[in-house]
């Protein structure tokens, strides 16, 4: 009789439909606050290192105390390394180095010049893959490639995902633990939740996710059982991420166990 398979979501500390997805992303500061007064401090110059795409919320403050945006004008020096937002919010888009300086709006007085040097990160060191787990990775840039329907929100073709060892690592124990102690779960026993798990390959991440799944006989089942859930699907078309680690493991009984870990640097 055919095993019947398992999917299972996460719900990241709230109850809420959708598979275990963490990202660094500060806040920006809210707007409003007492006016700044004409008094100020010698204008910092203040380094900072970033690698492309990662979005960085710089801040000015004033007496320990942030200064609000809205007192705040922001521009850049060169748009094509780092852009700026009204808010402070920096995005790095090129290789290179730039000035971001804040001033104060109306008086243009400088408040603080930023550094800000951008790399391009190195490139990820490719996951050993099995037939069965490269058929995974082939099977899952496929459906990238084409675009999806994921529940009722339409996904438009992402880039393909690079296999990285780190991500790979992280994957392969969590499939071999869940085989190994019988449970089907995110967090295993002990408590250790994917970053948990990500952060001890050694994997420094902007924004990761996990899809995991259980029962599956091959590569083709596994996969369009993820595509067919909404959860685990948005994970596997967001553009976001740009790297795989993929783990396979097969319990005593030969039931198979199957790990995604998506990521971003």
Not at 42 to 50: F, S
Request: hydrophobic share 40%; with cysteine.
């Amino acid at each position: 009789m055919r095993r019947l398979s398992r999917l299972l979501l996460l719900a990241c500390l709230v109850p809420a439909l959708g598979a275990c997805t963490v990202s660094h992303r500060a806040a920006q500061p809210e707007a409003g606050g007492p006016a700044l007064p004409t008094a100020q401090v010698v204008p910092a110059a203040t380094a900072r290192n970033m690698t492309l795409g990662q979005d960085m919320q710089l801040e000015v403050t004033l007496n320990g105390r942030p200064v609000p945006p809205g007192h705040l004008t922001w521009t850049s020096s060169d748009p094509g390394v780092v852009t700026i937002s009204a808010g402070g919010l920096a995005r790095a888009g090129g290789a290179g180095q730039a000035s971001v300086r804040a001033t104060q709006t109306g008086s243009g007085h400088v408040l603080a010049d930023f550094r800000v040097r951008v790399t391009a990160p190195p490139p990820p060191t490719p996951q050993r893959l099995d037939a069965l787990t490269r058929q995974v990775l082939e099977l899952t840039n496929a459906a990238r490639a084409r675009g999806q329907t994921c529940g009722r929100s339409a996904y438009p073709p992402a880039p393909p995902l690079e296999s990285e060892a780190r991500l790979g690592a992280a994957a392969q124990a969590h499939a071999a633990d869940m085989a190994a102690r019988n449970y089907f779960n995110h967090i295993s026993p002990d408590g250790r939740a994917p970053k948990d798990r990500i952060n001890a390959a050694g994997y420094s991440w902007r924004a990761i996710a996990e899809n995991i799944a259980a029962g599956q006989a091959d590569a083709q089942e596994v996969v369009s059982g993820w595509l067919s859930s909404e959860g685990h699907c948005r994970n596997l078309m967001n553009a976001e991420y740009r790297e795989l680690g993929i783990g396979l493991a097969q319990n005593a009984v030969g039931k198979r166990y199957w790990v995604q870990n998506f990521g971003t640097r």
